[in-house]
């Protein structure tokens, strides 16, 4: 198992274009998380899903934001019309169960909107 | 709401024990861990604890937890130039996502 993989490392694009990111867990885990992280900032969380099943959203995800797993393995995160805001590390994580012994994180997608 | 504090830098020399501090607000939290991020790269799981445990230690690191001020902590014996990184505690609610704190950045200097 190669962990949690995200595509691609780093993105750049022009304020008001869409972008979408990929995010491939582990192969066994029915959890999957998606975190925004701006300098000098932990992680916020965004959204999770259990198996395809999105069950939680943070107020951090607007209407410009939406994600998907259709087949509860890979996950995709869209931003429409960015903003330079927008611009942070996109995390994204898997974890077995309900997490409790910990998530494990890919190396994330870093975000510039220019 | 759910908060989790951390004091933002450590600088310690090599071969010194490195002490860093998070408290947290939401006694309904059940899991804390500590996480490492160094530069570029994601999170790395270091450790965790349970509410039911005071202590656990794993090889050179040791967490302390104190429930009844919301206080967490991690030492890192022998500390190395390689500990250098970004860490961060974070806190789990049962059924809910990790919350994160800002981080503590350490700096090992040889």
């Known amino acids: 198992d190669t962990g949690v993989s995200q595509d691609p490392r780093h993105k750049i694009t022009k304020r008001g274009q869409n972008v979408t990111f990929r995010c491939d867990p582990i192969?066994?885990?029915?959890?999957l998380y998606w975190y925004r992280q701006t300098l000098g900032q932990g992680p916020e969380f965004l959204t999770y899903?259990?198996?395809?099943?999105?069950?939680?959203k943070s107020r951090l995800l607007s209407d410009r934001f939406s994600a998907e797993r259709p087949k509860g393995s890979f996950s995709t995160l869209e931003i429409q019309r960015t903003e330079q805001g927008d611009s942070a590390m996109y995390l994204c994580?898997?974890?077995?169960?309900?997490?409790?012994?910990?998530?494990?994180f890919g190396s994330g997608t870093r975000l510039t909107v220019v | 709401g759910e908060d989790v504090e951390q004091s933002l830098f450590l600088s310690v020399r090599e071969g010194d024990s490195s002490v860093i501090n998070c408290t947290y607000t939401d006694s309904s939290s059940t899991y804390l861990y500590w996480y490492k991020q160094e530069p570029g790269a994601g999170l790395q799981l270091l450790t965790y604890i349970f509410s039911n445990m005071d202590m656990k230690q794993d090889q050179r690191l040791t967490v302390l937890l104190n429930k009844k001020d919301k206080h967490l902590s991690l030492r890192i014996a022998d500390t190395q130039t390689g500990d250098s990184a970004i860490y961060f505690c974070a806190e789990q609610e049962a059924g809910t996502a990790l919350i994160f704190g800002k981080g503590t950045t350490l700096s090992v200097s040889s």
């Open positions: 192969s066994e885990h029915n959890r």
């Open positions: 994580a898997s974890s077995s169960g309900t997490g409790i012994y910990g998530y494990t």
């Open positions: 899903f259990q198996n395809e099943a999105q069950l939680e």
